[in-house]
């Protein structure tokens, strides 16, 4: 069977991922003490174990114990009380926390300053999200999380979310721009007064777009990302959307011949945790399935 294979020039990971495994890999010399991750830096199974044989070791803040050691927070972010925790515990930090995060960050804290108790605030995002904690942290927990527009509805029947209230919203930075646009118009057309603010990472937002093109330019896509990447399931299901011989994995050895067909184009994309060696894996297998 002859089939093409393109990658796409868009994936792989975003800058802000990038940031923190070089971070990481920077430090992981031989000489190096112990560098622990406060949750998987990247979400995608095969990094996390490449990494791992490095000597980084994936921790959570609930089982840290005192001592020596360095603790690096990724790229999420993390509420203020982690970092006092981590000192008080003995920890150095390495703060890998993207820097458009960081500024999400700022603009909610003043965002809730400026809103006061007269107003409230609302995050689009995926509930229980390391980003999305981190940034719950800001205000102490007191704001509305939305993870669709259905949620929405059902927050402002049962009195959750108060319409007559001033309200602005923030998205985590990796959502779907089309949904983020939805809740905003939602909110724009019935709350008395609305701010929204455009927190969705450019890089993001242009992966969107560009993935879209690039489902359609081939005649299947095999998109690749870690079981547990959210970035990697909004992806996936806008490239299935447009796009229906699209197949997800998260490994070369999950790839299934029957998959493909005489003269297909075929082409390898990704979420922005995963990293580029694994789609050239991904696609190296494709092109000698029939070798």
């Known amino acids: ?27 992981l010399g031989p000489s190096s003490g112990r560098l622990y991750s406060l949750g998987a830096i990247v979400h995608n199974e095969e990094e996390l174990a490449r990494l791992a044989s490095k000597g ?9 114990e005192p ?13 203020p009380a982690t970092y006092e925790k981590a000192g008080a ?33 609302l995050i689009f995002g995926k509930i229980g999200h ?31 979310v108060d319409l007559s209230r001033p309200i602005e919203i923030f998205s985590q930075t990796t959502k779907s721009p089309q949904e983020y646009r939805e809740i905003c118009e939602f909110l724009s057309e019935r709350a008395a007064s609305f701010v929204f603010h455009d927190t969705i990472c450019q890089q993001v937002a242009s992966r969107h777009r560009d993935l879209q093109r690039f489902a359609t330019e081939h005649d299947i896509v095999v998109f ?14 806008l490239c299935k959307s447009v796009n229906t011989r699209s197949f997800r994995v998260s490994s070369p050895g999950e790839i299934d011949p029957a ?32 070798s």
């Open 89 to 121: 515990l003995g920890y150095d930090i390495v703060d890998c926390t993207c820097p458009v995060v960081l500024q999400l960050q700022k603009r909610i804290r003043e965002s809730y300053t400026r809103l006061g108790d007269e107003g409230q605030l």
């Open 130 to 160: 390391a980003e999305v904690l981190g940034l719950l942290g800001q205000v102490d927990g007191d704001a509305v999380v939305v993870e669709s527009l259905d949620m929405l509805k059902g927050f402002i029947e049962d009195g959750t």
């Open 1 to 27: 069977m002859i089939v093409s294979v393109e990658t796409d020039p868009g994936a792989g990971f975003c800058g802000g991922v990038i940031r923190a495994i070089s971070k990481a890999e920077e430090f």
């Open 67 to 79: 001592g020596s050691g360095t603790l690096l927070i990724r790229a999420h972010g993390e509420p």
């Open 56 to 64: 980084l070791e994936t921790v959570s803040l609930d089982t840290l």
């Open 224 to 237: 690749v990302a870690g079981t547990s990447s959210s970035n990697g399931r909004v992806l996936f299901n």
């Open 259 to 290: 998959w493909f067909r005489p003269g297909d184009r075929v082409g390898v994309s990704g979420a922005t945790s995963t990293p580029q060696w694994l789609l050239d894996a991904v696609a190296k297998k494709i092109l000698h399935l029939w």
